[in-house]
């Protein structure tokens, strides 16, 4: 039988969601612990991926199950690490994927400009210098407009097509605690898509990167020269539906 795990990680002591060879990976550590409660191999299928620091605070997999092995799954937070829980365990119907069956995933961005040790590890810092917060969520907003994201991609080639629908955008700045949250919501995302946009985004702030030429980029008029990439443990995927 198929069940859905539903989960949370920090990503940060990962190389991201997907297993790899030779570097630790969120799906290699539950596999693993799966594997050892159950005594035999076993795969966990993710509803996508997430790159090395990213973090989710809701993430689903699915596995296919003998139903006398349930008992023994849902003591996988006992052995799983404390960057690592299972939040559930449902059964689904025996088709049900959870990557291809996901209509719309939202990630949030975290940032703050003043060094923070409670929430370095899931928030990305930036320097102090002046950033022009009021182009920053003009830029961001202007995001919804957009349909082909292929200047933001990291690798065009894995994908048929790079059409994303952005669904829902959240820009929310708060002067007191020195902090940015952005939140996207789009029926799917491609590699690097965020981490890209927001990258631009604190380069339009600071003024490396003027306005009309990063519409030009986002409406595919104009080619990218140069490419700013944000840092990655400010990025949390944070909603699945389905």
């Known amino acids: 039988m198929r069940y859905f795990l539903e989960m949370a990680y920090k990503g940060t002591n990962y ?9 630790p ?34 993430f689903f997999a699915h596995i296919d199950l003998e139903l006398h092995e349930l008992e023994k799954i849902e003591r996988l937070n006992m052995v799983l690490p ?13 088709n049900k994927s959870a990557q291809l ?5 939202a990630y949030q961005y975290n940032i703050h400009f003043h060094k923070n040790p409670f929430i370095t590890l899931t928030s ?19 995001i919804g407009e957009a349909t082909d994201f292929f200047q933001f991609c990291k690798t065009v080639k894995n994908y048929k097509t790079t059409d994303c629908k952005i669904f829902d955008l959240t820009f929310n ?6 902090t940015i949250h952005l939140k996207i919501k789009a029926n799917r995302f491609l590699r690097g898509m ?27 008029k104009q080619e990218r020269k140069e490419k700013f990439l944000a840092h990655p443990q400010g990025l949390s995927l944070i909603e699945v539906k389905y």
Do not use: P
């Not at 693993?32 to 990213?54: F, W």
């Not at 990305?124 to 202007?142: P, S, T």
């Not at 700045?173 to 020195?178: L, W």
């Open 15 to 23: 190389r991201g969601w997907q297993r790899q060879k030779f570097v």
């Open 25 to 58: 990976s969120v799906q290699q550590t539950i596999e693993e612990k799966i594997i050892q409660l159950l005594r035999r191999d076993i795969y966990i299928h993710g509803c996508g991926r997430t790159d090395a620091g990213v973090h989710a605070s809701q």
């Open 82 to 94: 404390n960057d690592i829980v299972i939040k559930d365990i449902f059964k689904v119907e025996a």
């Open 101 to 105: 069956d996901a209509v719309s995933r």
């Open 124 to 142: 990305a810092l930036y320097d102090h210098r002046d950033y022009d917060l009021e182009k920053m969520e003009k830029a961001f907003y202007l």
């Open 173 to 178: 700045k708060s002067a007191t605690s020195n």
């Open 194 to 220: 965020i981490r890209y946009l927001v990258g631009d985004l604190l380069a339009l702030g600071t003024g490396r990167l003027k306005l009309e030429k990063w519409e030009g980029t986002l409406q595919n």
